[in-house]
């Protein structure tokens, strides 16, 4: 009996000394090398394709740099593939703070901040410089400027390239050759508009599902950029492709407001060097991959590819006019004119 009340008090003691030691309070174990991570700050980042494209190799970049910057107060991690969430979940997850940063394609925000749809419009990107011009300077400033009405911080553009067409059924030169055709779209009220005036039925289809759809024949087209259909094998279950440049995917680099406001005023300032850096960089990376993927799928893929010709882009453009009306209408022609200032 007295061994065991020896015993039990032996074990108390060792407890109540465990307990109140500060090196145990916390993780169990003490371990030097955890010092000051309370102190360190991540970004959850989710976007939805695949790390070898120009949106996942520019997470990645700002990540480093955004690390390199903040002396590795803050860590980005960085969540491809829409392993977090699908297109259709993520402008919800930030919102509620579950990620601190996302970067949709602009088109799938255009229902949301109507303003935007100015980047949907159809042949409104003439060439690369038309594109940084539009997404380093003032037209993308204002427009990122608009989000705070909506508590998000917009950070930057970044690009991805052109976009082009593609079909299982016909390849799509002529006008008459959408008619009848289903195409994915992304839910973009300016794109829904252009496939109807093509003749064609437009069904928005979150990114993940893509390959499916046009596997199972669900769809017969869609368009998007040559490294989309590259990094995603969409080339494995089509037969046309159509170099167009009919428009421009590009992406509205996010975060949770809330979040970015209560960050020290240095790691702010940090933070937007890095991603400008990431944004001049990604602006030539992107150029450079979509050049080096229509290559590859030139000699590689079964693709029949057609470039457009310049006859029939007249035709295209002249068909898409309403498209352009609607926006003037409802927003005026000033963006439109900073955009082609007139010659
Ligand atoms: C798409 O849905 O086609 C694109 O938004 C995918 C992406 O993020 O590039």
Do not use: C
């Not at 919800?92 to 949907?120: H, K």
């Not at 009220?189 to 005036?197: G, S, Y």
């Not at 279950?237 to 590009?250: D, E, P």
């Not at 702010?268 to 990604?282: G, K, N, Y």
């Amino acid at each position: 009996m007295r061994l065991f009340i020896g015993t039990s008090v032996l074990t108390i003691l060792s407890l109540t000394l465990l307990f109140f030691n500060p090196f145990f309070q916390t993780n169990g174990i003490y371990d030097d090398e955890q010092q000051g991570l309370n102190e360190q700050i991540v970004i959850k980042f989710s976007h939805v394709v695949a790390e070898n494209t120009p949106k996942g190799l520019a997470a990645q970049k700002f990540a480093e740099l955004a690390s390199q910057k903040t002396n590795g107060k803050v860590k980005v991690d960085v969540f491809p593939n829409a392993v977090l969430y699908s297109d259709e979940e993520e402008m919800d997850a930030l919102m509620q703070g579950d990620v601190q940063m996302i970067a949709p394609t602009y088109s799938n925000l255009t229902d949301f901040m109507p303003e935007w749809q100015v980047l949907d419009l159809p042949f409104i990107f003439r060439n690369h410089d038309d594109v940084e011009r539009v997404f380093t300077g003032p037209v993308g400033n204002h427009l990122l400027k608009l989000l705070e009405e909506k508590n998000i911080k917009g950070m930057a553009f970044w690009s991805n390239g052109f976009k082009q067409m593609i079909s299982n059924e016909k390849s799509l030169v002529h006008l008459e050759d959408f008619q009848g055709q289903t195409f994915r779209i992304m839910p973009s009220p300016v794109i829904e508009e252009q496939f109807q005036l093509f003749g064609g039925h437009p069904i928005p289809v979150p990114f993940p599902e893509v390959y499916q759809e046009l596997e199972t024949h669900r769809v017969d087209g869609l368009e998007n950029t040559i490294s989309n259909i590259f990094s995603k094998r969409f080339y494995q279950v089509q037969h046309y492709l159509t170099l167009s440049n009919h428009g421009y995917l590009g992406y509205a680099v996010l975060m949770n407001k809330p979040f970015w406001d209560q960050l020290p005023r240095p790691i702010q300032r940090q933070l937007s060097e890095a991603m400008e850096e990431t944004t001049v960089w990604i602006l030539k990376q992107s150029k450079h991959m979509n050049e080096q993927q229509f290559e590859w799928l030139k000699k590689q893929s079964q693709l029949e590819i057609t470039i457009l010709p310049e006859k029939e882009k007249q035709k295209w453009m002249e068909q898409m006019k309403p498209v352009y009306d609607r926006y003037r209408q409802r927003f005026g022609n000033q963006l439109l004119q900073e955009i082609h200032p007139p010659q």
